[in-house]
């Protein structure tokens, strides 16, 4: 059986307007059925690189692949969900007209259309709203709406633009779920979002975006961060400190504790039979993995004005 390519690939992809450069040399690979985010401070490039990858917008150098096909062509976007950030539907059909009409523009066949529509409607919770106009729909209802429209057809891979944006916590989590469910579907999802702690519970695996270029990628399992350490002891000399680093990285002291990152939970019985092998009293130790949202605002600490834009 031959293996299918990835749902999405980019190498060296670049965009520049003008003077300004807004994504440079970008470089990933989605493989199939994972649950990717895409993360990084305003202003990083991230809206321009999922144009780019959806071939709504040519890269001035660089070349990628959407489902096996160049970007752009239209064999791998029939195959594509898409929700953007912001979107204008037409106002006046109600949300079941408006998703048949987009049904009948991605070219889905007319037997089973509306069984189709019925059952999106029915995912996000808007089979009650079916013939209400769009113009009546809250902002949360029409983001469910829009979710909707990009689940039509069995996407293979679907791109969010801040999918859960004008949400409750109940709309959110409905957001979720359905991530979810396209995961064990196998489908390839790519999520941009600013609510890390959604991005933490949904995404397999994230990269973070910073001056348009990828400057990190890390899997979400919690084995795959290191372990904030802090201990409070009996004394903290230069040398101490100095020595502590062959069992860890980032050795710092603050005010009366010591703090450093150790690859994982077996280094601790180490430290704390080296410290008393060397006569100093531990007080306290404690250790946590780090959130997403600490480690994003790691790697962007030199963007905090863009975080804060």
């Known amino acids: 059986m031959v293996e299918a390519p990835p749902a999405l690939e980019a190498r060296s992809l670049s965009k520049q307007f003008g003077a300004k450069v807004a994504v440079r040399e970008l470089s990933l690979t989605l493989p199939r059925g994972e649950v990717f985010g895409f993360l990084g401070p305003n202003g990083a490039g991230k809206t321009t690189s999922m144009k780019m990858l959806l071939g709504l917008v040519r890269p001035t150098s660089g070349e990628g692949r959407l489902l096996g096909e160049p970007l752009g062509a239209a064999r791998g976007r029939a195959r ?72 039509l057809g069995e996407p293979e ?112 019985p180490e430290i704390t039979r080296w410290l008393a092998s060397q006569g100093v009293g531990l007080y306290h130790l404690g250790a946590r993995r780090p959130s997403l949202e600490e480690i994003f605002l790691e790697v962007v600490a030199d963007d905090a004005d863009a975080v804060l834009g």
């Open 80 to 151: 594509v969900g898409y929700l953007p950030e912001h979107f204008a539907f037409h106002e006046w059909l109600e949300g079941r007209e408006l998703l048949r009409f987009h049904a009948r523009l991605l070219g889905m066949p007319t037997r089973g259309l509306d069984a189709g529509v019925e059952e999106r409607l029915r995912r996000v919770n808007l089979a009650d709203a079916a013939t209400r106009r769009v113009r009546e729909y809250s902002k949360g209802m029409k983001q469910r709406l829009g979710l909707a429209q990009a689940l």
């Open 157 to 268: 891979l679907v791109f969010l633009d801040e999918p859960t944006s004008g949400l409750d916590p109940l709309g959110r989590r409905l957001v979720r779920d359905v991530i979810r469910e396209l995961r064990q579907r196998g489908t390839s999802v790519f999520l941009n979002s600013h609510l890390l702690s959604e991005v933490e519970v949904t995404c397999d695996r994230v990269a973070f975006v910073k001056g348009g270029r990828v400057v990190r990628d890390m899997r979400l399992g919690a084995e795959e961060r290191d372990l904030e350490v802090e201990m409070r002891l009996e004394r903290t000399t230069a040398t101490l400190v100095a020595d502590l680093a062959r069992f860890g990285h980032d050795v710092r002291v603050e005010g009366d504790r010591v703090r450093m990152g150790v690859s994982g939970e077996e280094t601790l």
